[in-house]
């Protein structure tokens, strides 16, 4: 193609529908996202947060997509083999919840449907959204290499997580066994305490007399939820409390049901609770449970899985737990045994997925006991090999890693890993395999039976560190890319995901899984709002770049951002995305017409004028600070100064200058060094708004000679490197001082309201720095529209004069006579008139105030109003005067 028809074809306005796919169709087609192992290079290793195949990319995603693919392409463009390894998340309960409501639309629940039919639904639906989840990681522009894709439920993945299982089942850190864990009624599943959140909710204390067994008197305690008497297998006091001294060792009889029950005395009552006696359900509550466990008490479990009562519940049997509470009260209450009811606010645990109220219940599951296994995740941290950012979570992790509780990894779902445990029905042991068994390895038998249940779905989450690089196999990624580098991911799953992956990378590799963890906030709505469907403020991501494009996407969800904050997405700041791709069209749109008949398009290092050097200076200046920010992590402050360099300094006043340049014959051209900060530029911004620079770039290269740039792409030429010789202290003092003197003309023509295109006149002065402004006359001039300018060292004495404005800048000092800029005559009579009547007013508020009836009739607020509006007058008197005096 001819350099003249590129300068043709480049269209007016930037599209960024018709350039965004088919930059991201070339990058895939060239393989960039692809890293090559290179065992002399150090690699850049992002393993992606699992997006949940729980429907469509959020908002919220496209902050991290964004980040990730920042990091990603800074860190290729310098060189390094960069893999960002993409993935999703099978997503357990979420996903099944999902489905679930899909099916009670159709009529149908998972039970009538049966297990097959079901997860070949969860199949179905899991593929339709990684489709939806990659297609919309593709408009995105995320360079992630998609031929190492994974999900968890993958055969290796799955492979994996059996190991894992298996190794610490056989090093004692799995167990099996009895405690209370939180039950979802509706899920039918256990959760652990991550996955329920606590609302409060206003509910009531009833008090209840258990009558003694022997003799008269009863024993009062407190209770908030009644229905669990029914699984009461003791009464317990605090030891020390003396109101209830001689009661401990009887017994009495627990109301509703009659069976008779001990009172013991345990530390963990809290004698300030109610009575000071309370009630001890085992079955139903955890620390009822450990009482239990240290007196020996029976667990009696009431309730069925759907929180019907079960046989144990006596005449309540099949009742639903809610309204057998009502039952309950009710017969309390006819035989004498209700004391009283007290309303009363508590929290209530709810099922985090479907906000169920979850029931405490006692059942055997699987817990990983974690002690061991946060030791030395605690360690990683304290030690400095793992860094968190922003620092304060670092206490938050450290905090509860310290006071972590074993972990339940048993759910009564259907859809996750089958956890790897037979059970033998001849001698009842149990075989543990990453294979499936086939005979018992204590008897032989293969009479066997697999547990029914599946993994929490953060088990396999916690291990794709490193199950994603072929572990538990010795793969050459596994060498090469672990440990990766780091994990970037939202601060509200620190212990869900990254706590774990922690724990089990050191556990299974015996290496920390990341050297650093960077937390991103939330993404609100511009007041603040958390985006929610509920809300109604969701933005779809989809919808905002095809009206906005991609880059002013990304552009607006990183302006604002610091790690672990949360921030928020406006329509100004996705309008100011979209101002800035334009704004960059623009400039290169000019920069190639402005290619024409230079000798060369090398740089004439030796003989650049001063706003040359400075524009240089400037460049470097932003790319040793851009990539000093980019090291920090401050994506968001990186992004700003390549905003305001490229906008500020090289559009409004670098082009601006050069095409004053282009007009004159004499000058040396300005397109080497336009093209040069232009091309350097779009490079620096490049990780940022990859398409609109890839576009530009390639623009430009094909008007420029085919040894200029070695490069295909963009996204794989060199990221630019500071080059301190270029930077120009005395070029940017002269240039700052020429901006400074044009900015302060044209603010003082704002001020006076001078049309803009009328020409007004100017004396500067310059002082030290006369020499170089003077060569910016004819800048000064087209810029400012001053005619004449005169540019002199220092003003003589009294030459300011009459009708006179003078603005004092920094270095230099300007003067505009007013009447260049306003008919005087007709400005002065103005001013005397407003001041004449302002001068009346005031002599009347004045009068007001020293008026004896009206300040004592008056309110308060009013004679301060009128106060005020004298204190205003008579600021404004003052200033016209001097305004006056200019004229
Ligand atoms: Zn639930
Ligand atoms: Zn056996």
């Not at 209840?208 to 003791?234: N, S």
Request: aromatic share 10%.
């Amino acid at each position: 193609m001819t350099e003249a028809s590129i300068k043709d074809e480049m269209p007016k306005a930037y599209e960024p529908g018709k350039i965004e796919q088919k930059w991201y169709q070339f990058w895939m087609d060239k393989d960039y996202f692809t890293p090559k192992i290179d065992p002399e290079k150090k690699p850049f290793v992002i393993i992606m947060p699992l997006p949940n195949v729980t429907g469509e990319l959020h908002i919220g995603h496209v902050l991290f997509v964004t980040l990730q693919d920042i990091m990603t392409r800074w860190h290729r463009m310098k060189g390094e083999p960069a893999l960002w390894l993409p993935g999703t998340d099978h997503s357990g309960i979420a996903a099944q919840v999902v489905v679930e409501r899909m099916l009670a639309k159709e009529g149908l629940d998972r039970h009538q449907l049966g297990k097959a039919k079901f997860i070949e639904r969860m199949w179905q639906w899991t593929e339709q959204c990684r489709r939806t989840i990659t297609e919309q990681h593709h408009r995105l522009g995320a360079s992630c290499d998609w031929s190492r894709e994974y999900f968890t439920l993958d055969e290796d993945l799955s492979r994996a997580v059996r190991t894992a299982f298996v190794r610490l089942y056989e090093k004692g850190l799995i167990y099996r066994g009895e405690r209370i864990i939180n039950w979802c009624p509706r899920c039918a599943t256990a959760l652990s305490d991550l996955e329920t959140e606590h609302k409060d909710l206003s509910g009531h204390l009833w008090y209840v007399r258990y009558p003694l067994a022997e003799g008269k008197g009863f024993i009062t305690v407190a209770t908030t939820r009644p229905e669990t008497i029914l699984g009461d297998t003791a009464v317990a006091v605090n030891p020390k409390d003396k109101r209830f001294r001689t009661m401990v060792g009887k017994k009495v009889i627990l109301p509703a049901v009659k069976r008779e029950i001990p009172i013991i005395a345990d530390e963990a009552v809290d004698p300030a609770f109610g009575t000071g006696a309370v009630k001890i359900t085992p079955g139903h509550d955890p620390v009822d449970f450990e009482v239990a466990q240290r007196h020996r008490l029976p667990l009696i479990n009431i309730l069925n899985l759907d929180a019907t009562m079960n046989e144990n519940a006596g005449p309540y049997i099949g009742l639903d737990r809610f309204k057998c509470r009502e039952a309950i009260v009710a017969d309390l209450k006819k035989e004498g045994l209700l004391e009283k009811i007290e309303p009363y606010s508590h929290a209530v645990a709810h099922c985090w997925r479907c906000q169920t109220i979850v029931e405490p219940l006692a059942s055997k599951q699987w817990f990983v006991k974690i002690e061991p296994l946060a030791k030395p995740a605690i360690d990683a941290v304290v030690d400095g090999r793992i860094n968190i950012i922003p620092a304060f979570f670092t206490k938050v992790y450290l905090n509860w890693m310290e006071n972590i509780r074993d972990w339940c990894i048993s759910r009564q779902l259907w859809w996750g890993h089958r956890i790897p445990v037979w059970y033998c029905q001849d001698c009842g042991e149990l075989t543990a395999s990453v294979n499936d068994a086939k005979a018992c390895s204590h008897c032989g038998s293969t009479n066997l039976e697999q547990d029914p249940d599946v993994l929490d779905t953060w088990f396999s989450s916690a291990l794709v560190t490193h199950s994603t690089l072929g572990w538990p196999d010795d793969t050459d990624d596994l060498r090469y890319f672990y440990p990766t580098t780091v994990m970037e991911t939202a601060y509200d799953i620190l212990f869900f995901w990254v706590a774990r992956m922690i724990m089990m990378g050191l556990e299974d590799k015996g290496d920390i899984p990341f050297h650093t963890v960077y937390l991103h906030g939330l993404v609100r709505d511009d007041t603040g709002d958390k985006i929610s469907k509920v809300r109604g403020n969701v933005l779809n991501p989809i919808d905002v770049l095809e009206q906005y494009g991609t880059d002013a996407l990304r552009y607006s969800i990183i302006a604002g951002t610091s790690a672990g904050t949360d921030s928020k997405l406006s329509v100004a700041k996705l309008e100011a995305g979209r101002n800035f791709a334009n704004k960059l069209w623009n400039a290169t749109r000019f920069v190639i017409r402005s290619i024409g008949s230079e000798k060369s398009l090398g740089i004439q290092w030796d003989s650049l004028p001063t706003e040359d050097r400075w524009i240089l200076s400037r460049l470097n200046r932003t790319i040793a600070s851009v990539t000093k920010l980019l090291e920090d992590f401050q994506f968001a402050e990186a992004q700003r100064q390549i905003y305001d360099f490229l906008w500020s300094e090289y559009c409004d006043w670098y082009i601006e200058l050069a095409k004053i340049r282009l007009r004159s014959a004499e000058a040396l051209s300005p397109v080497p060094v336009l093209i040069h900060v232009l091309e350097t530029s779009l490079r620096l911004l490049h990780p940022y708004m990859p398409f609109v620079t890839e576009e530009l770039w390639q623009n430009l290269k094909r008007c420029l000679p085919s040894d200029w740039q070695a490069s295909e792409s963009i996204m794989v030429a060199p990221y630019p490197e500071a080059d301190n010789k270029v930077v120009d202290p005395a070029a940017e003092r002269v240039m700052e001082s020429v901006i400074e003197i044009i900015r302060s003309i044209r603010n003082a023509r704002v001020q006076y309201d001078v049309a803009s295109s009328k020409w007004i006149q100017a004396q500067v002065y310059g002082g030290k720095l006369t020499p170089s402004i003077t060569r910016y006359s004819q800048a000064i001039e087209t810029l400012a529209r001053v005619r004449p300018v005169t540019i002199r060292a220092t003003r003589k004495k009294g030459e300011t004069g009459e009708n006179n404005l003078v603005l004092v800048l920094k270095e230099a000092e300007v003067i505009i006579p007013m009447g260049s800029m306003v008919d005087v005559e007709a400005e002065r009579k103005r001013l005397e008139t407003e001041l004449e009547q302002s001068q009346a007013e005031v002599a009347r508020l004045e009068a007001r105030l020293k008026d004896k009836d009206f300040l004592s009739k008056a309110p308060a607020s009013v004679i301060e109003k009128e106060r005020q509006k004298r204190d205003a007058l008579t600021d404004r008197l003052k200033r016209l005067r001097q305004q006056i005096l200019q004229y």
